[in-house]
């Protein structure tokens, strides 16, 4: 600790910060622009100027600029003095010349730190008599909007996408006043974290332009905590609702999660939440095959009858809540219960489970994950399954970096200096995986290979690490990588490995956590990043399902069941069609409880329309096993309810006296009885917390203008708020917003600070813990005092003998970040940054078959695809992207018979388009 | 010997080729260094001789070469020696007169001072538009390189050294030097903070010395004549010689070699001719266009560091601007901030935001459209973006240099621009 005095009263600071840190830590209210938190200073906007005294004796100090200095013991400064508060109203007065008078019409007014800083500077004349400098827009991709002429040259942009993300398509251009920040040219912008600027832009240059396009004041906006549904990282986000829409999804801090950055399927991906393929009422297909609207009630006296008429299939949903998937298993009993995943993955996910249990090894957050200084990327391609991951990583490979710095004197938040002292200097990341990824520009080395291929280097990374692990024999051209790796993380402080289960390979991940065991077992620390791929996929592992959805679909082909509740799901994606066909085709019910039009309510007897993520509260369990509370924000339009409610009305219909839950506190206390999930209780205070003078939590900003102007046009009445009887947040303006739990903020603002930078006024110290505790309760921690070895796996994979069969190409899985997860693929902007379905082969392979990079490719039951090529990808295997709507999640386990297609016409990449503007 | 840098351009009528420079003992003070100095010799002793740097801002160049660290383990990298030829001060041309006759000197300056801080490389930064230096930089260098001056084991010793010439894409802020180094690695001309200083983490963060072409100039007399000798050569507090320079008005404009601490009025009168008839004197920038203007009470001081600091500007680079009666010093300040302005990197606020404001006003004040209080708004904005701190480098501080001083001594001419609405000498 240091001890600094900032305008006469002294403060505990810590030893190492600047001063911004040191005085942002203590809630004082200093402006500044180019510092941010996750980025630290480079003394760009020169805005947080205070003065510093030498001494007790020395009054007329020197103008420092804070984010640039170290707070040592004994440092006195004043951010009140009159020539600190001169130069920086005079920061803002320079900015101003050219910045545009258009707060009225710019998305950021109401939440721009631009405004902000310039009333708290006190800059109100100006005194300029020139012309604003102009510039031309570019067309950056369905995402970021751009508008030039805001920029006040902060350089946080380029420092973000360049320097953080890893992107290579924007940048800093020209110099002086004329100082330009986007692409070479016009199009889309290529990073996959790219929706970050929208909240790192201190103004409106870079906006969220699916909200531009349905625009609301962020004091407009009803917000609540969230849980991103994109995937199984469980970002945590704030999504902001008006008229029944979802607005726009914004980051939500969590320092062990997801700090201040989201991806941009999660930013972009919840559009689907207004999707014209929602459900919004209740139907059962008449004789004609045609839907007929009923009212909820009756519904709920359906599935009650529907219920008395012997055993029922449950189909749960690693996309559903954990309430909902509970409520599920409650009603139809545990025999009878299916996780909803498809078989071989969720035998992944048990063992995913299990390796967590059993194991020595570390379960890492993300910041755990960058603080690694040695990973190996074994199978997972996170970037497209888990991409928030993906952004760790590549902070974790800049410790080298860091490290080098600190021995040089250089503060690591010193971030110019940094970089320009280290330069590329990157800890050592290996990548094993099927077809390159994009991160492997950061890799020390890479490994492309089958599933097995990939795995068999794993064991053997293992065996070289410790002879008690079994040993594998290994083709030549795979030892250096091993090698290489084994050297690297054996001499880490911090090893990771990182897998999961979307390489469909079991022997991966046990290799995975062979690993993670033989460097744990060497007296080091070793953390183990396994993933699944949807948001709840731990969650309902955890619940457990005795019955595998083949049995399940078995048991309804057969006839032995003749009724099915399918929950949230769409079983095509989890099952080959075929076999869905067979057991939809015999079902006297298919029951069908969804928020989208997917191909199975196509086939359901009723259709029972569940309320989305946004407008329901419940739980998600993430990669950590991080049971973590998403809250209703808004009420949606239309019929729609929680799905667990609609099951425990059925039950009580039917006179069930076991699922008499009427809350979703009673969901969730009943479900902690669930030995995996005691801890979800304590996951977030129950609907009756009240914060001080017993106030709920507001949804609304006290601006809000909703409640007496949303439906003034209509009726000049003042519509009642409903009374929320589920969680402690009101749906109006009214209660406090201040010192509750840090699982409770739905919104961040404070006096003065407007825009998200207001989030260092929750934190304990900037970019540190939230006051109110963090997030979520860990539920998979274990005190294992093994090293796992007694654990190991001892199995080698069998190998592949990989080459082309007669009859065919085997096929591989790839994913793609926009369009392989489900929900996000119905949002507008996704669906329009997404590429259609891709097949990837050698090129070779595609020119002795006949087909052409960019045309179309068939295979009988599978579908058409837009050929890709790499050459990374082996001989006699064809990689297909899973999960694109129209496309396949599951491969089939022969090899397929590939044929040119002529008739597919690819979808055109966007910048293409975008010419034509 | 008492012009070290120029005498064998003048003896040879020209430029001094590879033959007529080691007839003139050329390179031999390099193989002297290279083979039986030790680098804490040759460091101590162009300490001793008190030679400061000439590229304006007069830092010891001795101290600065023991800042590099010396006991770094082996392999750990590079050390890099640059010599800062980007010479884009306004009204400066000395470096440039070095290099296009005797480039040969520059590189023998170079293989010493390399050999001094054990750099195994070495850059010229050159000012894009110096296309001759470049041409005659390079032949010198293959000259060197054949002789084995250059290259692997030169001089026949273990010491390698590669010399290269990287042409600058030609910013002004190139030649500050930590921009110079962003620029070399090739990345966006702005400077960088220090700490770290180069010394410590230079180009591509290693330890990397820049020193100024003329600096360099004065290091093989310097270790072939003694510390002494190039002390003695100063006529006061400064040592050696100082390429001076004078443009404007003057019958003989030009730059010489002179002792340091020759007095600015014996620079115009005597080595420029003095003024050209009709032409009366005002004010000078005695170091280009980023030091504080003198005025007649000042003319009589040496041309020397402490000496031209204390009477509230700076020597700079010595290459003076003469600003005549026929000036109008509210329009030379102008054009001025203009320079700056248009050579601000864009990195920080207030010399990106600042400069074009300053500039404007003074056109406003120029073209009879000055308001009253602009002077005060003039002086309020310069003394906050000039104060050295405000601002990320000294470049917005230089700029404001003659701004300041002109506000200063040439007040009556500002206010009087704005109480007629009209520039007194328009049309001049």
């Given amino acids: 600790m240091a001890i600094i005095t900032v305008d006469g009263q002294t403060f505990d600071v810590q030893e190492g910060h600047n001063l911004l840190q040191a005085c942002l830590t203590h809630k004082l209210d200093l402006p500044y622009f180019c510092w941010h938190p996750a980025m630290g200073s480079v003394g760009a906007c020169r805005q947080c100027a205070v003065i510093q005294y030498q001494d007790e004796d020395d009054e007329r100090g020197r103008l420092v600029m804070a984010c640039m200095t170290l707070a040592v013991d004994g440092t006195r400064i004043s951010i009140e003095a009159g020539q600190a508060k001169e130069f920086r109203a005079s920061v803002i007065e320079w900015l101003m010349e050219n910045h545009p008078h258009d707060c009225p019409v710019c998305e950021e007014g109401g939440e721009c730190h631009l405004q902000d800083m310039t009333v708290m500077t006190g800059h109100t004349t100006r005194r300029y008599r020139g012309q604003k400098r102009t510039f031309r827009n570019q067309y950056l991709g369905p995402f970021i909007g751009h508008e030039m002429n805001r920029c006040i040259t902060c350089f946080r942009c380029v420092r973000y996408y360049h320097d953080y993300a890893g992107g290579d398509d924007l940048q800093a251009f020209g110099s002086r006043t004329r100082m330009f920040f986007g692409r070479e040219s016009d199009g889309v912008l290529e990073n996959e974290f790219a929706g970050n600027l929208v909240e790192v832009c201190p103004t409106g240059v870079f906006t969220d332009k699916p909200f531009s396009q349905t625009y609301t004041r962020k004091w407009d906006l009803q917000s609540a905590p969230s849980i991103c549904p994109g995937c199984a990282v469980g970002c945590n986000t704030l999504p902001g609702a008006r008229y029944g829409l979802l607005k726009r999804v914004h980051n939500r801090y969590h320092s062990d999660v997801n700090g201040y950055f989201l991806c941009d399927r999660g930013r972009f991906g919840s559009h689907f939440v207004n999707a014209d393929a929602r459900i919004r009422r209740a139907g059962v297909r008449a004789e004609d095959g045609v839907f007929e609207e009923i009212a909820i009630e009756d519904a709920s006296v359906r599935l009650s009858e529907v219920l008395g008429q012997g055993d029922v299939i449950g189909i749960g949903s690693p996309r559903a809540s954990l309430e909902a998937n509970f409520a599920l298993k409650s009603l139809v009993g545990e025999d009878n219960f299916v996780a909803g995943v498809a078989d071989n993955e969720n035998r992944l996910n048990e063992l995913m489970v299990s390796i967590y249990r059993e194991s020595g090894a570390h379960i890492p957050t993300l910041t755990d994950v960058e603080a690694a200084d040695a990973v190996l990327v074994l199978g997972e391609d996170v970037l497209n399954t888990a991409p928030r991951v993906a952004l760790a990583l590549r902070q974790s490979v800049r410790n080298l970096s860091l490290e080098m710095a600190t021995n040089a004197g250089i503060p690591e938040w010193q971030d110019a200096g940094v970089r320009g002292h280290a330069q590329d200097a990157l800890n050592p990341l290996f990548i094993a995986s099927i077809a390159p990824t994009r991160i492997d520009d950061i890799a020390a080395d890479t490994l492309h290979g089958t599933p097995d291929v990939l795995a068999e280097a794993g064991f053997a990374i293992a065996h070289q690490i410790d002879s008690a692990f079994v040993a594998v024999e290994l083709f030549n051209d795979v030892n250096n990588f091993v090698d290489a790796a084994v050297k690297a993380l054996s001499e880490a402080k911090r090893p990771l490995i990182v897998s999961g289960t979307g390489c469909g390979s079991a022997a991966l991940m046990q290799a995975a956590a062979n690993i993670a065991w033989a460097l744990k077992g060497r007296g080091g620390e070793a953390a183990l990043l396994l993933t699944g791929q949807e948001a709840n996929s731990t969650g309902v592992t955890l619940l457990g399902a005795d019955l595998d959805l083949g049995s399940a679909l078995r048991k309804l082909s057969t006839g032995d069941v003749k009724n099915v509740i399918v929950l949230e799901n769409d079983l095509y994606r989890r099952a080959p069609a075929a076999s869905v066909d067979a057991a939809l085709d015999k079902a006297d019910n298919v029951i069908v409880l969804d928020v989208l039009e997917t191909p199975t309510i196509e086939r359901a007897t009723m259709v029972l329309p569940a309320a989305a993520y946004a407008e329901s509260t419940g739980t998600f369990v993430n990669y950590e096993g991080r049971a973590q509370r998403f809250y209703q924000v808004f009420e949606a339009d239309g019929a729609t309810r929680p799905a667990w409610r609609y099951l425990t009305d059925a039950a009580k219909l039917a006179g069930r006296n076991d699922l008499r839950w009427d809350h979703v506190d009673e969901v969730v206390r009943a479900c902690a009885g669930t030995d995996n999930l005691k801890g979800i209780q304590d996951v977030a205070p129950t609907a009756d917390y009240r914060g001080r003078a017993n106030l709920r939590i507001p949804r609304e900003t006290h601006r809000a203008s909703g409640r007496t102007a949303m439906h003034a046009h209509l009726n000049v009445h003042e519509p009642k708020t409903t009374v929320d009887e589920e969680t402690p947040f009101s749906y109006s303006m009214e209660g406090l917003n201040g010192d509750q739990p840090g699982s409770l903020i739905p919104y961040v603002w404070s006096p003065g600070w407007n825009s998200n930078q207001s989030i260092f006024k929750f934190q304990q110290e900037v970019a540190g813990s939230l006051q109110g505790g963090e997030v979520g309760v860990r539920l998979l921690d274990v005190s294992a005092n093994g090293t796992g070895l007694q654990n190991r796996f001892r199995d080698p994979p069998e190998t592949d003998s990989g080459s082309t069969t007669a009859d065919g190409m085997r096929l591989l899985p790839l994913y793609s970040i926009f369009g392989s997860d489900e929900l996000s693929g119905f949002s507008p902007p996704i669906i329009e940054r997404s590429s259609g379905p891709q097949l990837v082969l050698n090129p070779g392979e595609a020119h002795q078959l006949g087909l052409t990079v960019g045309g179309g490719v068939k295979s009988p039951g599978l579908g058409s695809f837009e050929v890709c090529v790499s050459s990374e990808m082996p001989r006699g295997y064809a990689g297909i992207v899973l999960g694109m709507r129209g496309s396949i999640n599951v491969l089939p386990q022969d090899a397929v018979e590939l044929m040119p297609d002529p008739s597919l016409k690819p979808k055109r990449p966007l910048d293409v388009i975008a010419r034509g503007h | ?428």
């Fill in chain 2, 1 to 428: 010997m008492d012009k070290p840098l120029t005498e064998r351009i003048d003896a040879c009528g020209g430029l001094v080729d590879m033959a007529a420079f080691e007839a003139a003992e050329g390179y031999a003070t390099a193989r002297r260094a290279v083979t039986e100095m030790t680098p804490q010799e040759i460091q101590e002793i162009v300490k001793e001789a008190n030679l400061r740097g000439r590229g304006g801002a007069g830092f010891p160049t001795g101290v600065k070469w023991g800042f590099v660290p010396k006991d770094e383990h082996a392999g750990a990298g590079h050390k890099y020696l640059v010599c800062n030829a980007d010479e884009m001060e306004p009204g400066t041309f000395k470096d440039r007169y070095l290099m296009e006759y005797d480039p040969h000197m520059l590189i023998e300056g170079m293989i010493i001072g390399a050999f001094a801080i054990q750099a195994d490389k070495a850059y010229v930064f050159l000012r894009g538009e110096y296309h001759e230096s470049y041409r005659l930089l390079n032949n010198a260098i293959a000259e060197a390189k054949a002789k084995g001056y250059l290259g692997e084991g030169i001089f026949g010793s273990s010491f390698d050294l590669e010399l290269a010439v990287h042409r600058s894409a030609g910013r002004y802020i190139c030649g500050e030097e930590t921009a110079l180094l962003n620029a070399l690695e090739g990345k966006r001309a702005q400077p960088r903070t220090k700490p770290p200083f180069p010394p410590a983490s230079g180009a591509w963060g290693r330890p990397t010395i820049v020193n100024n072409v003329e600096t360099l100039c004065n290091v093989p007399a310097i270790l072939q004549n003694g510390a002494e000798w190039f002390q003695d050569l100063g006529l006061g507090e400064d040592a050696g010689t100082k390429i001076y320079g004078v443009s404007g008005r003057v019958n003989n404009p030009g730059l010489w070699e002179l002792p340091m601490g020759t007095t600015i009025r014996e620079i115009i009168e005597q080595h420029a001719g003095g003024m050209q008839d009709g032409y009366e004197l005002r004010g000078i920038l005695p170091g280009g266009a980023s030091t504080e203007f003198l005025i007649e009470e000042h003319f009589d001081l040496p041309m020397e560091y402490g000496t031209i600091q204390a009477a509230g500007s700076r020597m700079g680079t010595g290459t003076m601007i003469l600003m005549d009666d026929s000036i109008c010093p509210v329009d030379m300040s102008r054009n001025l901030q203009h320079f700056f302005a248009q050579e601000s990197c864009g990195f920080c606020t207030p010399c990106r935001e600042g400069l074009p404001w300053l500039e404007q006003l003074l056109l406003d004040i120029e073209e009879g459209r000055g308001q009253p209080g602009d002077l005060e708004l003039l002086e309020t904005n310069a003394s906050l973006i000039g104060a050295p701190g405000n601002t990320f480098c000294l470049h917005a501080t230089g700029a404001i240099e003659p701004l300041a001083s002109a506000l200063k001594y040439f007040r009556e001419d500002f206010e009087a621009h704005i109480r007629d609405g009209r520039c007194p000498q328009a049309g001049h």
